[in-house]
């Protein structure tokens, strides 16, 4: 039994030898894909974060307000502000054309008076609050009648600007706008209530908000673009093997060689033994492979290093069952697939659909309800989830137990359903 065991692994070896094109696919396809992937998002990290993005300013204002914008967007190191273009002051209209063109991203535009017309709104709410105190101070002009219309700051974004991009920087405008409000109402109080020049309005944050990480070592473990790219595409390396996997299982049926090898009498069993020994150590190959691209090539292209400190034989762990679901998944559809046809392109369609809904591409908790449950029936979201499980959330063997059950379960009811349909196939 044995022997034949050997002899099957020996022959999917050399199946494997006379197809470089399936071997170029296996290995070299996966290592370009987590470079490119993991550049253009390291890249993108580094635009919003490092570099300065352009932003038409418009200030109509000239005042405290726009000021005090100018000072926070030049504080946040993320903008850069533009007032002129060609040594020619910039309009409204100038910045509305120049944004809708998609030369700049971002135009904000702070309306005449808004200074002045707010410290005259605060002076009425707070001469009004004080009136109705019988504290009004007689000596101050009454401004009760003037009518102050609303104001607004124009943002203006180019079309193609990402909604995420849109919401921070109108998070951020309004932040301002409410502290620059907020102030203006503790300094009318005081130029009313107060006597002499020491405050009397503790006018510091009392809330604030505190990022709590885990840490090893006193040091805080920050995720990065290869920490989820590594793990992401290995994933899908390793379950691209369902391609030349079911390719070979339709060959050897089409050509006669399946019948030649149960003839001989191999059991099935026994041949699809062979091909799971084979193909796992393509698997591993594939993992250790992306592994050494994030530990020792990644850092020359100016990327941050994976760390696998302590973490490898976990990660092999993952990988090895990962891959056993993988190969169960090739070995059904080989089995069940009647030509090359039906093989090939079902079990590419079907990786990149469990790798969509895996959470590979975009993250599980950033997709619709219903698609959030449609990920928990990938494989490829299970593997995920354990690889985060201990990259970055520092778990032991004991947390990554029942994705790796929920992996084994599905190479054992795969291989199963494929054993008992092509003895069923057999016996007709």
């Given at each position: 039994?044995?022997h034949?065991?050997?002899?099957?692994?020996?022959k999917?070896?050399?199946?494997?030898?006379?197809?470089?094109?399936?071997?170029?696919?296996?290995?070299?396809?996966?290592?370009?894909?987590?470079?490119?992937?993991?550049?253009?998002?390291?890249?993108t990290?580094?635009t919003?974060?490092?570099?300065?993005?352009?932003?038409?300013?418009?200030?109509?204002?000239?005042?405290?307000?726009?000021?005090?914008?100018?000072?926070?967007?030049?504080?946040?190191?993320?903008?850069?502000?533009?007032?002129?273009?060609?040594?020619?002051?910039?309009?409204?209209?100038?910045?509305?054309?120049?944004?809708?063109?998609?030369?700049?991203?971002?135009?904000?535009?702070?309306?005449?008076?808004?200074?002045?017309?707010?410290?005259?709104?605060?002076?009425?709410?707070?001469?009004?609050?004080?009136?109705?105190?019988?504290?009004?101070?007689s000596?101050?002009?009454?401004?009760?009648?003037?009518?102050?219309?609303?104001?607004?700051?124009?943002?203006?974004?180019?079309?193609?600007?990402?909604?995420?991009?849109?919401?921070?920087?109108?998070?951020?405008?309004?932040?301002?706008?409410?502290?620059?409000?907020?102030?203006?109402?503790?300094?009318?109080?005081?130029?009313?209530?107060?006597?002499?020049?020491?405050?009397?309005?503790?006018?510091?944050?009392?809330?604030?908000?505190?990022?709590?990480?885990p840490k090893?070592?006193?040091?805080?473990?920050?995720?990065?673009?290869?920490?989820?790219?590594?793990?992401?595409?290995?994933l899908?390396?390793?379950?691209?093997?369902?391609?030349?996997?079911?390719?070979?299982?339709v060959?050897?049926?089409?050509?006669?060689?399946?019948?030649?090898?149960?003839?001989?009498?191999?059991?099935?069993?026994i041949?699809?033994?062979?091909?799971?020994?084979?193909?796992?150590?393509?698997?591993m190959?594939q993992?250790?492979?992306?592994v050494?691209?994030?530990?020792?090539?990644?850092?020359?292209?100016?990327?941050?290093?994976?760390?696998?400190?302590?973490?490898?034989?976990?990660?092999?762990?993952?990988?090895?069952?990962?891959?056993?679901?993988?190969?169960?998944?090739?070995?059904?559809l080989?089995?069940?697939?009647?030509?090359?046809?039906?093989?090939?392109?079902f079990?590419a369609?079907?990786?990149?659909?469990?790798?969509?809904?895996?959470?590979?591409?975009?993250?599980?908790f950033a997709?619709?309800?219903?698609?959030?449950?449609?990920?928990?029936?990938?494989?490829?979201?299970?593997?995920?989830?354990?690889?985060?499980?201990?990259?970055?959330?520092?778990?032991?063997?004991?947390?990554?137990?029942?994705?790796?059950?929920l992996?084994?379960?599905?190479?054992i009811?795969?291989?199963?359903?494929?054993?008992?349909?092509?003895?069923?196939?057999?016996?007709?």
């Open positions: 039994m044995m034949k065991f050997l002899m099957s692994v020996y999917e070896i050399l199946l494997l030898k006379r197809d470089f094109g399936g071997l170029v696919i296996l290995f070299v396809m996966p290592l370009v894909l987590i470079v490119t992937i993991t550049l253009i998002q390291d890249s990290f580094k919003v974060s490092d570099t300065k993005i352009p932003v038409l300013l418009v200030d109509n204002d000239h005042g405290d307000i726009s000021k005090t914008v100018k000072e926070n967007l030049n504080q946040s190191g993320s903008f850069e502000i533009v007032t002129e273009i060609n040594s020619q002051k910039i309009t409204e209209s100038i910045a509305r054309d120049e944004v809708f063109k998609g030369k700049y991203q971002l135009a904000i535009v702070i309306p005449e008076k808004l200074s002045s017309d707010l410290q005259l709104k605060v002076n009425q709410n707070v001469n009004k609050i004080l009136s109705n105190f019988g504290m009004e101070d000596t101050k002009v009454s401004s009760k009648n003037i009518e102050i219309l609303p104001k607004e700051v124009k943002l203006y974004f180019d079309p193609a600007t990402q909604l995420t991009f849109k919401n921070g920087v109108k998070s951020a405008i309004d932040k301002m706008i409410s502290q620059i409000e907020n102030k203006s109402i503790y300094a009318t109080f005081q130029d009313q209530l107060g006597e002499g020049e020491a405050p009397i309005f503790d006018q510091k944050s009392f809330i604030s908000f505190k990022e709590i990480v090893v070592d006193n040091k805080e473990i920050i995720p990065n673009s290869v920490q989820h790219n590594v793990p992401a595409w290995t899908f390396a390793i379950f691209f093997v369902v391609v030349p996997l079911s390719i070979n299982i060959k050897e049926k089409s050509q006669g060689t399946l019948v030649r090898l149960i003839t001989n009498p191999v059991p099935y069993a041949v699809i033994l062979g091909k799971t020994a084979t193909y796992l150590i393509i698997c190959i993992f250790w492979l992306m050494a691209v994030g530990v020792y090539l990644f850092p020359y292209l100016g990327l941050p290093v994976l760390d696998i400190n302590g973490k490898m034989l976990l990660m092999s762990t993952v990988a090895l069952f990962s891959g056993l679901a993988a190969i169960g998944f090739g070995i059904l080989g089995t069940i697939a009647k030509t090359q046809e039906q093989s090939a392109p079990g369609t079907s990786v990149v659909i469990l790798a969509a809904i895996g959470g590979v591409w975009v993250p599980v997709m619709p309800k219903i698609m959030q449950y449609a990920s928990h029936i990938s494989p490829m979201n299970w593997g995920l989830n354990a690889f985060y499980d201990v990259l970055l959330r520092n778990g032991g063997f004991v947390e990554i137990l029942p994705e790796i059950f992996l084994l379960l599905f190479f009811i795969a291989t199963t359903i494929a054993i008992g349909y092509d003895k069923k196939k057999r016996a007709v």
